[in-house]
């Protein structure tokens, strides 16, 4: 029994290596959506371009416009006059606008017209600006420090989203891909009838895919240390442990799937559809779980990723270890044992 | 019963509405080829995935190998080769990859039962480093058969193994069965080409999920002889529609450049001639096609 398992993994490195496009998606998707990710999309604001009207200059005015324009995220892009303020944003010169009153001296008012075309960005520069150009003559001013990230740096939030995208992209679609294959190529049917065991077959589909999920679990940490200086602060012990039982969990889904459809097409479209929307959507990846409608906030429980990703945050970027982790691990661990001994049961040894 | 390679009693299986399988009792001896013969839906296929524990039946039973396929399929799994219908190997492993992969199936190596194979595997080894996606439809049947047997088998299930196959490597193909035959194996085939009849030991004609007769093809030939006539016609669609409607003419079915009239015993060659279109009447004796026409149209009235 022992042979014909060695030969089962070997047979599936052999379909691995030898169909150039899994290998693609497999190495090369983790390391394009970390740069992607890492370089080009971004949600930190940077250069936002602000221009100052104001009725008339005083002292005061042009020591809070140098203060402001020495400021790295804002670029401060000249004087304007108090009506040329729309004119100004529609035609895109500037973000925002700093209106000074012409009392400022006295009352210390002033209005930030912000284009709001896009929400993201038009809240990001009033918050700048809000915090540079705000008086700290109030009785009480709070003393904001953010721990953590205190650069608001976006990759610090997505390489956990996407160690929960990848995990299930590679893992499960690719696991339930390759046992579908089989059965549309008509191979399971003679597999079936050796005397090899049902478990065997499965475990076997598996082991090459955990492999490649370990080579992209590395090379994410590896980029996300070296390239995008995340600072991978917490136990190492607990992130693998963690998304190992990940890693598992979505072969198990795969595996899972496969014994729900006779193509793959159809595996594609469930792996791709079912699991990758609500791993974006609902795991807090991108839209955070408190602000979901209260229904929607009891399904995410049910989304792996959304166990996942947030201890991925715990350890890497909050620095913490085992014990802070230990309910989602829990919980992860309940569902990947839960999964496996459902997909097994359900993967016939027979014919449906 | 132990003598006995196959022995089946009433399975049935339905699909649905669809009866695939009607109270099927069949036996396969020892070391015989045992065709089973019909048309594309006879149910073939899904006797085939009954008797290699693929499938459950709905009712009967059965025992492979004096193994019963419900109490017992593992020890079948031991012991039977199989080669679907559908090609059924991976075509992205070479030829000898292919056949490594099988042998380790059954935890063997493919030096363990060489012989079995060899004088097939003879002609594939040119390509032994091909891609098995890139044979021919020949030479991917061979492989299949190879696989099927490289872990000596006691009984090989052979579904269709000459479907879309050219008519050389069909006749090359059961040759090969002939070879392996000798050494005492059974093997039960299933084909939907009447003229294979011939190179089977005993067949069983299937239509519908029925078995419609047992026997050797000699046997079953003589217990369905009946008068046969081969007419030629001027306008053979034509004439066709008049011979269905004479007198004494059970069925009459067009075969190639003639038309084969099944008729009752009182009508006579001349009787046939003189009906308007036909040219040329001659009596010749049923072959097997003739046979399984004629059960299949008594079967529908």
Known sequence: ?352 | MDSFAIHTEGITKSFGALKALDSVSLDVARGEIFGLIGPDGAGKTTLFRILTTLMLPDEGRAEVCGFDIIGNPRAIRFRAGYMPGRFSLYPDLTVEENLRFYASLFGGRVSDNFGMVEPVYRQLEPFRNRRAGKLSGGMKQKLALCCALIHKPEILFLDEPTTGVDAVSRSEFWDILSGIKQGGMPIIVSTPYMDEASRCDRIALMNAGRILETGSLDEILSRNDMPVYAVRGENNYRTLQNLRHAAGVRDAVLFGEYIHVFAEERLSASVLAAVSGVAEVKGISPNIEDVFINIMGHGKK
């Open chain 1, 1 to 352: 029994m022992n042979r014909s398992f060695i030969a089962f993994v070997r047979k599936e490195v052999t379909h691995i290596v030898r169909d150039p496009r899994t290998m693609l998606i497999a190495l090369l998707i983790p390391v394009v959506q970390m740069i992607l990710f890492g370089f080009a999309i971004s949600t930190e604001l940077n250069d936002v371009e602000v221009v100052v009207a104001t009725p008339k200059m005083t002292p005061a005015i042009e020591s809070k416009v140098a203060q402001m324009a020495q400021n790295p995220y804002i670029t401060f892009r000249g004087y304007i006059t108090t009506d040329k303020v729309d004119h100004c944003l529609s035609s895109n010169e500037a973000l925002a606008v700093v209106v000074f009153s012409r009392d400022y001296d006295r009352n210390g008012k002033f209005q930030i017209v912000a284009d709001a075309s896009n929400t993201t960005t038009a809240q990001t520069a009033t918050g700048y600006l809000t915090n540079i150009l705000s008086e700290s003559k109030a009785a009480v001013a709070p003393n904001v420090r953010i721990l953590f990230n205190p650069q608001l740096k976006s990759s610090y939030n997505f390489v956990p989203g996407i160690m929960g995208l990848i995990f299930i992209l590679i893992c499960a679609m690719l696991t339930s891909v390759s046992i579908v294959r089989e059965k549309e190529t008509g191979t399971m049917e003679v597999l079936l009838v050796s005397p090899i065991r049902p478990v065997m077959i499965v475990v076997a589909k598996m082991i090459p895919y955990f492999a490649l999920a370990c080579i992209d679990l590395v090379s994410i940490l590896l980029i996300s240390r070296y390239a995008l200086d995340v600072p991978l602060s917490g136990s190492m012990t607990a992130l693998f442990a963690l998304s190992f039982v990940y890693i598992i969990l979505a072969l198990a889904l795969g595996l899972f799937v496969s014994t729900l459809v006779e193509s793959q097409m159809a595996a594609l479209l469930i792996s791709g559809m079912v699991f990758m929307m609500p791993v974006i959507m609902l795991s807090g990846m991108m839209f955070p779980i408190e602000n979901m409608p209260t229904v929607l906030q009891w399904v995410s429980n049910i989304v792996p990723a959304r166990w996942y990703i947030p201890a991925m945050r715990k350890i890497m970027i909050e620095g913490l270890g085992f014990g802070y982790v230990a309910k989602e691990g829990l919980v992860l661990t309940f569902m990947a044992v839960a999964l496996v001994a459902i997909s097994v049961k359900r993967f016939n040894n027979r014919l449906q």
